[in-house]
């Protein structure tokens, strides 16, 4: 489902032109993909040159965001999981500053099922704060703390973008 999810959102992602369109694109073509399950899914735009980012989100949790001590859940809008009848999706847009991380993650991080999505949330929170702040430490401080019996799959996605170029080198 997943990997069909993926190559349906890259073929309408040039069409589209940014997540909240994608999203809605991906719900108003969910009954001809042919999926009898639901799923979530978090889609963004990051422009490297400028770190500005554009996030979101069918039913997804949020990405995190680590910046120095500071850690928060970016407030991005969950429209409902796609197969859902919901609402159109919510744009996000911010921006991601230097040496600031980003994660995302799959469902399977968050223990919904025993702990509970808001305590699960809370222990990912403090698992990225007590990490260094660069995508690789992020990304082990929560794979290492991960239960192997876990019921899905987990993924993690840190990102942190260099030093931005000022603004003529970067048009250069």
Request: hydrophobic content about 45%; overall charge negative.
């Amino acid at each position: 489902l997943m990997g069909h999810l993926r190559t349906s959102a890259r073929a309408l992602a040039a069409q589209t032109g940014s997540p909240g369109r994608l999203v809605d694109a991906l719900r108003e073509s969910w009954d001809l993909l042919g999926f009898s399950r639901i799923a979530t899914a978090v889609f963004g735009r990051l422009d490297p040159r400028t770190g500005d980012l554009a996030l979101a989100s069918a039913g997804h949790y949020p990405p995190l965001c680590k910046r120095g001590d500071d850690v928060e859940y970016l407030p991005v809008a969950a429209a409902p999981p796609f197969g859902a009848p919901g609402r159109p999706s919510v744009q996000w847009e911010g921006s991601l500053d230097p040496a600031a991380v980003l994660l995302l993650y799959t469902d399977g991080v968050v223990d919904e099922r025993v702990a509970g999505s808001e305590a699960s949330l809370a222990e990912l929170a403090r698992l990225v704060a007590v990490a260094p702040a660069d995508p690789g430490s992020v990304c082990r401080e929560v794979a290492t703390r991960l239960p192997e019996d876990r019921a899905d799959d987990a993924a993690l996605l840190a990102i942190r973008l260099d030093t931005p170029r000022p603004p003529a080198e970067a048009a250069a």
